[in-house]
């Protein structure tokens, strides 16, 4: 299957400080990418779909300014939690689409705002 | 927009028995459905796939179904095996490149 990579893995954060959140297609172009957030013991919630050289659609009750998402290129999304609180603190999982359907993950975000 | 029920929330099964995994969807315009395996703190993994074209699809020990009349489909584990132990989630999309809407989650475990 196709490779996504994600960076950083871990990340500990004060609360109110922004965090970036990297998500590379090391071997595919992605039009496309998704923006997940995972809390324990539960689904996979999306946040945003990120598509490459324009703004970001936002799911509904997902603040906009708070995770900002570039797509500047075919290999790289970015999300960023702005002004981060504990309540952020979750699994953040990205994915881009290979080919017409199959969508792969990359390896997620542990973020912890303390 | 589209939901997605996942039954059971967790599977309980003996090494070499079948596991069962059951899911519906309200959208009749989805004709996509994944199914992914995702270890603790691992990132979710694509086992198998279904469109709407196709009723079965059979990958070694692992299958799905789909009836797309009852807008519900499956995945069959046969002889299962102590890896088999994850949590696996169905998903469904109404078109290529679109997004997932993921069911719940089965939390299975394989007993030795």
């Known amino acids: 299957g196709a490779v996504v990579s994600q960076h950083p893995s871990r990340v500990i954060c004060k609360s109110g400080t922004s965090v970036k959140i990297e998500c590379r297609s090391l071997?595919?172009?992605?039009?496309?990418m998704f923006w997940y957030r995972q809390f324990p013991k539960q689904s996979l919630m999306l946040m945003a779909t990120?598509?490459?050289?324009?703004?970001?659609?936002?799911e509904q009750g997902v603040e906009k300014d708070k995770f900002l998402i570039n797509h500047a290129s075919l290999t790289l999304s970015t999300l960023t939690v702005t002004s981060a609180h504990p309540e952020d603190s979750s699994f953040y999982i990205c994915?881009?689409?290979?080919?017409?359907?199959?969508?792969?993950f990359g390896p997620g975000t542990r973020l912890t705002v303390t | 927009g589209e939901n997605v029920e996942q039954h059971p929330s967790t599977l309980s099964v003996q090494e070499g028995d079948s596991a069962v995994i059951k899911c519906t969807y309200s959208?009749?315009?989805?004709?996509?459905f994944p199914w992914y395996k995702q270890e603790l703190g691992k990132r979710p993994q694509l086992i198998i796939d279904?469109?709407?074209?196709?009723g079965e699809k059979k990958d070694q020990r692992i299958a799905v179904t789909l009836n797309k009349t009852a807008k519900h489909f499956s995945l069959h584990i046969t002889e299962t095996q102590p890896e088999d132990s994850a949590v696996y989630f169905c998903?469904?999309?109404?078109?290529?490149?679109?997004?997932?809407?993921f069911g719940g989650g089965t939390r299975v475990l394989v007993k030795p």
């Open positions: 994915s881009g689409i290979a080919g017409a359907y199959e969508q792969y």
């Open positions: 071997d595919f172009q992605a039009t496309t």
């Open positions: 990120s598509n490459e050289g324009s703004k970001a659609t936002y």
């Open positions: 959208d009749s315009a989805s004709n996509y």
């Open positions: 279904i469109r709407s074209n196709v």
């Open positions: 998903a469904a999309s109404k078109a290529a490149g679109n997004k997932l809407t």
